[in-house]
């Protein structure tokens, strides 16, 4: 069975530009996390969406940051403009439904952004 | 916001030794679990627990969900190559249970 997949694996960019990350969970997985993954910092959560539905966004750094989640297999995590300190390794993660014993949350192998 | 302390930040050690890693919280937590995260890739689960006191092995790695439920530690056994990365902990609060709190990893190093 397919993982968590993400796109795209790399991606460098010059500051101002729009940055789009895009997430397809496991199928079947009821929850679609966003993380952010720095030296300083560590493992963020930045918003987690059940059912589509975003259900807490308090992760989310300011408004430049964006994530949607249009269907049960796809969402996006959206940063304009983009700045040098929002280059990080961002993970998507899924999960099945809480409350069931073996819900752990599985990551994508992440998006590596550079912004310069 | 809530945070796990893990220790020790990183570990030298040397191929054959056994490694062992905790994490501690100073509130309640549901779930422990344990990932490994290699270069260039995303975390990896390695143990979940979900019992006070559970004691679960997966392989030469063990890992326990404290009593108090405010802390777990993960230990590897006769240490090979292989095993070099960062290892996280995370934790599922009581509040927010969906929501992984984790720890700031455990880099290990091992010489052959």
């Given at each position: 069975d ?28 009821d ?8 030296m300083?910092?560590g ?19 300011e ?14 995590l ?7 300190r ?10 099945l439904?809480t ?13 590596w952004?550079?912004?310069? | ?74 230990n ?37």
């Amino acid at each position: 069975d397919a993982g968590v997949i993400q796109s795209p694996r790399h991606e460098v960019t010059e500051m101002g530009q729009e940055v789009t990350l895009r997430c397809k969970p496991i199928s079947g997985h009821d929850y679609l996390f966003w993380y952010r993954q720095t030296m300083m910092r560590g493992l963020e959560l930045l918003i987690y969406f059940n059912n589509n539905v975003p259900i807490d966004d308090s992760g989310m750094p300011e408004d430049r940051f964006s994530a949607k989640m249009p269907n049960a297999s796809f969402s996006t995590l959206k940063i304009q403009p983009s700045e040098p300190r929002d280059s990080a390794v961002y993970f998507c993660a899924s999960s099945l439904q809480t409350g069931a014993i073996g819900n752990t949350i599985y990551f994508g192998e992440g998006s590596w952004l550079t912004v310069v | 916001g809530q945070q796990l302390n893990q220790s020790p930040q990183s570990m030298f050690i040397q191929e054959g030794e056994d490694v062992s890693m905790n994490c501690t919280s100073s509130s309640i937590f549901n779930t422990w679990l344990w990932y490994k995260q290699d270069p260039g890739e995303g975390p990896v689960l390695l143990i979940a627990l979900y019992k006070a006191g559970e004691l679960t092995s997966n392989g030469r790695l063990t890992a326990q969900f404290g009593i108090t439920r405010k802390d777990s530690f993960l230990n590897i056994s006769a240490s090979i190559p292989s095993d070099v990365g960062i290892y996280f902990c995370a934790g599922r609060p009581i509040q927010g249970a969906q929501k992984l709190v984790f720890g700031q990893g455990t880099r290990l190093t091992i010489n052959p």
